[in-house]
T-cell receptor
Framework: AQKVTQAQTEISVVEKEDVTLDCVYE???????LFWYKQPPSGELVFLIRRNSFDEQNEISGRYSWNFQKSTSSFNFTITASQVVDSAVYFC????????????FGKGITLSVRP | NAGVTQTPKFQVLKTGQSMTLQCAQDMNHEYMSWYRQDPGMGLRLIHYSVGAGITDQGEVPNGYNVSRSTTEDFPLRLLSAAPSQTSVYFCASSRLGRDLTQYFGPGTRLTVL
């Protein structure tokens, strides 16, 4: 069985602070994918990043960076110099390659960025 | 390229009524799925399809039916709506194979009274 845990439920920061969103996953599969999705107040789900289980290279994209560590089964997401527009619910999700794209989602983290 | 579209955006039903939530994609994706989102629960998979004529149950299938007659369309049917089905429903699609990224529609907010 697969499981995604986002232990943080709500985070509030002041604009320009850095913030890290934690994600811990469980799977018995050796080949899997990890995702982060953003859900702004408007309600749509926006794909942010995908990582393969065999690619532990971390990535920085503008103000966003991701830290994937198989040893600790974690896939954390950091926003540097947060902005009000980053206020949203962030979901971490997991899919095993054999599972035909079926996603297991965490319960989400509500990020509020105050001006 | 519209991506994944869903209709309606909002719907109010009375207990026992039936309705169909529509979902369509124009990306020629093999895989399509329906999720429901409830407060504090994240998204949970209802039904999914890996191609025309093939459907299967997800985590919370009870009370819902699906069919996949074409690659593009994947409607979700509520045969007899119940208040427990009040939720936001998302349709998603993706390719099968190495790229499993799912792209989501805008969602349908359903209230059952």
């Amino acid at each position: 069985a697969q499981k995604v845990t986002q232990a943080q439920t709500e985070i509030s920061v002041v604009e320009k602070e850095d913030v890290t969103l934690d994600c811990v996953y469980e799977t018995r599969d050796t080949t899997y994918y990890l995702f982060w999705y953003k859900q702004p107040p408007s309600g749509e789900l926006v794909f942010l990043i995908r990582r393969n289980s065999f690619d532990e290279q971390n990535e920085i994209s503008g103000r966003y960076s991701w830290n994937f560590q198989k040893s600790t089964s974690s896939f954390n997401f950091t926003i540097t110099a947060s902005q009000v527009v980053d206020s949203a619910v962030y979901f971490c999700a997991l899919s095993a390659l054999w599972a035909n794209s079926k996603l297991t989602f965490g319960k989400g983290i509500t990020l509020s960025v105050r001006p | 390229n519209a991506g994944v579209t869903q209709t309606p955006k909002f719907q109010v039903l009375k207990t026992g009524q039936s309705m169909t939530l529509q979902c369509a994609q124009d990306m020629n994706h093999e895989y399509m799925s329906w999720y429901r989102q409830d407060p504090g629960m994240g998204l949970r998979l209802i039904h999914y399809s890996v191609g025309a004529g093939i459907t299967d149950q997800g985590e919370v299938p009870n009370g819902y039916n699906v069919s996949r007659s074409t690659t593009e369309d994947f409607p979700l049917r509520l045969l007899s709506a119940a208040p427990s089905q009040t939720s936001v429903y998302f349709c998603a699609s993706s390719r099968l194979g190495r790229d499993l990224t799912q792209y989501f529609g805008p969602g349908t907010r359903l209230t059952v009274l």
